[in-house]
T-cell receptor, first 113, second 112 residues
Framework: NAGVTQTPKFQVLKTGQSMTLQCAQD?????MSWYRQDPGMGLRLIHY???????DQGEVPNGYNVSRSTTEDFPLRLLSAAPSQTSVYFC????????????FGEGSWLTVV | KNEVEQSPQNLTAQEGEFITINCSYS?????LHWLQQHPGGGIVSLFM???GKKKHGRLIATINIQEKHSSLHITASHPRDSAVYIC??????????????FGTGTRLTIIP
């Protein structure tokens, strides 16, 4: 049981490049989400999914795309990286959105130059 | 406006001291989470509360729904407790809109 696996841990991108942050969980959780963490701010929700085939926007969705083709995987795509997307990204999953323990990935440190 | 505020922002204490970290929120909630973020960045869920009090080892979390306030206590603090502690809430107004609002965290440093 690996929990939430998030890759890569570190990445440097040039402005305009695209990339995908991978997130996988092996706990059969329906609810998965992506957050970004910036200095002095709380975690902010980018996109979330309540089950395979269902995704929705969070607080800061612009510049990001997600899909949920399986229960296990929830990749986050940066379509055309911008310096404002330099941040630490966390994937999280839980059995339900509210009443259960939330499991986080280890984080991905992304720098856009 | 749905807001979450934590205090203090930074806390330094001696090993063995009793620690209290506070979280206040602006309107009614259905759930509150306490999280711990280690210096390496990983985030671990400590508690989920909707009422009352929970205890796990040296950690105690309480919530007062009427006063819109929660506290996280650490008894007999130890240097390994040094971390950022984050409060996150699900506001009732977000029902059907499955989102958590996070505080900015309290950085705790325990000195041996």
């Amino acid at each position: 049981n690996a929990g939430v696996t998030q890759t890569p841990k570190f990445q440097v991108l040039k402005t305009g490049q695209s990339m995908t942050l991978q997130c996988a969980q092996d706990m059969n959780h329906e609810y998965m989400s992506w957050y970004r963490q910036d200095p002095g701010m709380g975690l902010r929700l980018i996109h979330y999914s309540v089950g395979a085939g269902i995704t929705d926007q969070g607080e800061v969705p612009n510049g990001y795309n997600v899909s949920r083709s399986t229960t296990e995987d929830f990749p986050l795509r940066l379509l055309s990286a911008a310096p404002s997307q330099t941040s630490v990204y966390f994937c999280a999953s839980s059995y339900s959105p509210v009443g259960n323990t939330i499991y986080f990935g280890e984080g991905s440190w992304l720098t856009v130059v | 406006k749905n807001e979450v505020e934590q205090s203090p922002q930074n806390l330094t204490a001696q090993e063995g001291e009793f620690i209290t970290i506070n979280c206040s929120y602006s309107v009614g909630i259905s759930a509150l989470h306490w999280l711990q973020q280690h210096p390496g960045g990983g985030i671990v869920s400590l508690f989920m509360l909707s009422s009352g009090k929970k205890k796990h080892g040296r950690l105690i979390a309480t919530i007062n729904i009427q006063e819109k306030h929660s506290s996280l206590h650490i008894t007999a603090s130890h240097p390994r407790d040094s971390a950022v502690y984050i409060c996150a809430v699900r506001f009732i107004s977000n029902f059907g809109n499955e989102k958590l609002t996070f505080g900015t965290g309290t950085r705790l440093t325990i000195i041996p």
